[in-house]
């Protein structure tokens, strides 16, 4: 989508209004349009300090608590999002790109992390694995879904898990399987219901996806 500055306010303002009943108080969601904000302005690092700073806050307690502590859904969050990109840049020649990267980490504690192999370090290193959805089309490209993947080290140690606010639903994936775990959520319409799954620079990541899933209609791999 390309539109004015002017524009760009307005549509974000219509898409916070469909996010703003996830949250119970005034206080945080306020907050998020703010951080929504701060995340499309030119702030070079946008990290809690920074976008504190760029919304006039002094400190960047409000940030993080509206990240790490405030009650909203943020799977609910992603399926919102996901009906605002099906509506304004799904098209028949879209494509869904799957892939996954490495967070390097230090310390123990961040959820899923261990020493293991990191493609965006491209060796093994202390890091998180993700696994994430985006959709590509004519109109634009958007992250649609993610999926956090963790080593059974982790699964094994259930006090571990919820130290780290780990969901005991939770469930270890081999990492041939990661994006099958992830796949189950990959269930966007697009369009006439046809488009591409594509899987970065790593193909065996479409082992295991629910490709008839993907999308409805005529799939097309």
């Avoid at 219509?14 to 945080?28: E, W």
């Amino acid at each position: 989508m390309h539109l004015p500055t002017n524009a760009w306010e307005q549509e974000l303002r219509s898409l916070h209004t469909r996010l703003a009943p996830l949250f119970y108080h005034p206080g945080p969601q306020q907050r998020s349009l703010a951080y929504l904000r701060g995340l499309l302005s030119d702030v070079e690092r946008k990290n809690g300090w920074q976008l504190a700073e760029w919304i006039g806050e002094r400190t960047p307690d409000g940030i993080q608590h509206l990240l790490e502590r405030a009650r909203w859904d943020v799977d609910v969050a992603r399926d919102i999002l996901r009906d605002y990109v099906t509506e304004h840049l799904g098209d028949e020649h879209g494509v869904l790109i799957v892939d996954e990267t490495g967070f390097i980490k230090k310390g123990a504690h961040s959820a899923g992390v261990q020493r293991q192999y990191s493609g965006t370090a491209g060796r093994v290193e202390n890091s998180q694995i993700g696994v994430f959805l985006c959709y590509a089309g004519q109109g634009g490209h958007a992250f649609i879904d993610r999926a956090l993947y963790l080593p059974k080290p982790w699964t094994d140690d259930r006090p571990r898990c919820d130290a780290a606010g780990i969901p005991d639903s939770a469930t270890f994936a081999t990492t041939a399987t990661r994006p099958a775990d992830a796949g189950t959520r990959i269930t966007l319409p697009l369009g006439d219901g046809r488009c591409r799954l594509w899987s970065g620079s790593s193909p065996a990541l479409l082992a295991g996806v629910p490709i008839s899933t993907v999308c409805a209609g005529d799939p097309q791999k």
